[in-house]
């Protein structure tokens, strides 16, 4: 199960990291233009959060809840 969740957080994180803000100032390049390509960053991050971080979001939910934080 976490592999597969690591895979498809890997892929939806490359598009980030081009066409983030951090990554194109340090190497001096300009992303791609495409329509809406100023959202790319933000929904991709969203997604890897939500799909890969999600396991471990409810974990810490279910262990706090029942008092127990490992």
Do not use: N, Q
């Not at 895979?7 to 340090?26: K, N, Q, V, Y």
């Not at 001096?28 to 959060?49: D, H, K, N, Q």
């Not at 939500?50 to 008092?67: K, M, Q, W």
């Amino acid at each position: 199960m976490f592999r597969d969740k690591f895979w498809l957080s890997l892929t939806l994180t490359i598009p980030t990291l081009i066409w983030g803000h951090m990554l194109p100032r340090t190497f001096g390049y300009t992303p791609p233009e495409i329509p809406g390509a100023r959202w790319i960053p933000s929904v991709l991050c969203t997604a890897v959060f939500l799909y890969g971080g999600l396991p471990f979001v409810l974990g810490a939910i279910r262990e706090l809840r029942d008092r127990l934080p490992a």
